[in-house]
Nanobody, 125 residues
Framework: VQLQASGGGLVQAGDSLRLSCAIS????????VGWFRQAPGKEREFVTA????????IYAEPVKGRFTISRDNAKNTVYLQMNSLRIEDTAVYYC???????????????????WGQGTQVTVSS
């Protein structure tokens, strides 16, 4: 499985940005896909995830109500719509995929076997 994240950039606080994660693999619709982010000097942290075969979603508290994860199974792509961006959202954003994740691991980096290369999101004041 290969993942390609894109869509990052430099925006101002309050702006919106949409990230994409294109994923190879014939069983894409069954994958759970997560987004994580890593700010300079900080640990990589969970942002959101979308389950396969149904599309249930889960969000970290700091992004609830501002970020929306979605998937297009026809395009093998997962999207992260980020609205009302804040300076503290600045980070490298990574997408990750798992073919058979355990629900208790969905917020954990260890739950995902495949990772994309990351895309930089910078929010300025």
């Amino acid at each position: 499985v290969q993942l390609q994240a894109s869509g990052g950039g430099l925006v101002q606080a309050g702006d919106s940005l949409r990230l994409s994660c294109a994923i190879s693999g014939r069983t894409f619709r069954s994958y759970t896909v997560g987004w994580f982010r890593q700010a300079p000097g900080k640990e990589r942290e969970f942002v959101t995830a979308i389950r396969g075969n149904g599309g249930a979603t889960i969000y970290a508290e700091p992004v609830k109500g501002r970020f929306t994860i979605s998937r297009d199974n026809a395009k093998n792509t997962v999207y992260l719509q980020m609205n009302s961006l804040r300076i503290e959202d600045t980070a490298v954003y990574y997408c990750a995929a798992s073919a058979s994740i355990i629900l208790s691991n969905i917020r954990s980096r260890n739950g995902y076997a495949s990772w994309g290369q990351g895309t930089q999101v910078t929010v300025s004041s």
